[in-house]
């Protein structure tokens, strides 16, 4: 895979930051969103790449002025901050090239789109949260594949591994504009460094760790998986990444995919490895139980000492308290990340994040998915709303290549380090598979799993059962 140079932020509003990083955030199908409302993600179907564009369209899309064309935006970051820094950036672009853009964004996103689409009467873009929805539309016609030109300018500042996505029976029908990083462990480096622990570079390192922990009386992790109607997305993530650690991007792929069933033995593999990870012993859940404690409730007895190691996305920065040090030697309450560790030195992210896509293949609309395409787009929108957080972390993550770091504060660019340094990087699965597994069974028999009503080949086999013919 390229190496990328990514900049993203953590979450300023700890409920708008939440929404993101599940991929399903808050207006989709599953993951760390549901309660959160800023993070959270699918794929798209048709034609062949630039179907339905000629050389006509991509000239004018380059020309720089479209004679007062009017560009209409949705999508479902609502925060200030968000709202302000994607209107600011796509203004300056839309007063360069004559077109102005004016961008909505909806708490209804998901429900309200889909009667727009019904009723004939979509905005021009919408940037999705599941590359899943964007699939269907795709599937129905209701959105264009893109032109050649926005192609071309996603192959430039996007890895494939991000476009994928995007795109269904290979042709490319999404942008992808933001991006969300789960695998992370946030710690507390001076607790790390009074105790004599090391930073893990393996998972056999983390076992040990979590074993050397509690031998000392600590207690190595802080869980929680409760989140109203959501409750068991987190369980979702941490299967995830061992699916991804344990077996690799080809066997994820046919999970999400159903080329495999859900209880394959590599799938039951991984739910049990998460079930191990959560034994008693290596638990503080705030609330009592893991299911009874809310998934944003760990942040605080991570900075208390309850805990030493909470693994979450990037958007988790929001949930500590105001005034929180992070990425700070010098600062010993400080908090900081360092990589959820791998098994077979594929350096595997699991994602999440956005995409955009258009319901017309009017040059003005390709010209401004095009600019949302660049580094240029990212860097802008994160200089910016950093700025209306007067230096905070913005809860903002693009891995459009070719961004300066420097717009990004020392926690942020640890994150970019992270992903520069994946050879392997999968979008949510649970954002990719069907609503009523991803953001259904999935949920709650990993809920019961974690319970200890049923075993790990229970759940699997209740949710194979639950997929959709």
């Known amino acids: 895979m390229r190496k990328r140079s990514i900049k993203l932020a953590a979450v300023p509003v700890a409920l708008a930051l939440v929404a993101g990083a599940c991929g399903s955030d808050d207006d989709s199908s599953s993951s760390d969103d549901s309660s959160e409302e800023t993070e959270g993600s699918d794929a798209a179907s048709d034609e062949d790449e630039g179907e339905g564009d000629d050389g006509g369209d991509d000239e004018a899309a380059t020309s720089g002025d479209f004679d007062g064309a009017e560009v209409t935006i949705t999508g479902p970051e609502r925060d200030d901050p968000s709202i302000a820094a994607i209107q600011d950036t796509l203004g300056a672009f839309g007063e360069e090239n004559n077109i102005s853009i004016s961008y909505a964004g909806d708490a209804d996103w998901e429900a309200n789109i889909n009667t727009q689409v019904e009723g004939g009467n979509p905005p021009d873009i919408s940037i999705f949260p599941q590359p899943g929805k964007l699939a269907e539309f795709a599937a129905d016609g209701a959105v264009v594949a893109l032109t050649d030109e926005v192609n071309a300018t996603i192959d430039e500042f996007w890895d494939e591994s991000y476009q994928a996505d995007g795109a269904t029976d290979d042709t490319q029908y999404g942008v992808p504009v933001k991006t969300d990083l789960k695998s992370l462990v946030w710690y507390k480096p001076a607790a790390f460094e009074e105790a004599g622990y090391e930073v893990p570079e393996t998972i056999d390192d983390f076992t040990a760790l979590m074993a ?198 020392p926690l942020e660019q640890g994150f970019l380090e992270i992903l520069n340094d994946s050879e392997l990087a999968r979008f949510d699965a649970s954002d990719l598979m069907p609503a009523d597994v991803g953001a259904g069974s999935f949920w709650s028999e990993g809920t019961s799993l974690v319970n200890g009503t049923i075993d790990a080949q229970t759940a699997a086999d209740n949710i194979e059962a639950s997929w959709p013919s």
Do not use: K
Request: glycine share 10%.
């Open 212 to 409: 050397t922990m509690v031998e000392d009386g600590n207690t190595p992790l802080c869980v929680g998986i409760e989140s109203g109607q959501a409750t068991g997305w987190t369980f979702t993530d941490w299967t995830e990444e061992m699916v991804l650690r344990l077996h690799g991007g080809d066997v994820y792929d046919q999970w999400v995919n159903h080329e495999i069933p859900f209880n394959d033995p590599q799938i039951v593999e991984a739910m049990q490895a998460v079930v191990d990870f959560w034994a008693d012993e290596n638990v503080f859940a705030s609330g009592g139980s893991i299911a009874a404690t809310n998934f944003g409730d760990n942040a605080i007895p991570l900075s208390d000492g309850q805990c030493m190691m909470h693994r979450q996305a990037s958007f988790f920065a929001g949930f500590f308290a105001e005034g929180t040090a992070f990425a700070d030697p010098d600062d010993p309450e400080a908090i900081d990340v360092f990589y959820f560790p791998d098994i077979n030195g594929d350096n595997p992210v699991l994602t999440a994040g956005t995409y955009a896509a258009a319901f017309n293949e009017d040059p003005a609309t390709m010209a401004v998915l095009n600019y949302m395409a660049t580094a240029d787009y990212a860097e802008t929108r994160q200089r910016i709303q950093t700025e209306e957080l007067d230096g905070g972390l913005s809860g903002f993550l693009s891995a459009a290549q070719g961004q300066d770091p420097s717009v990004y504060q």
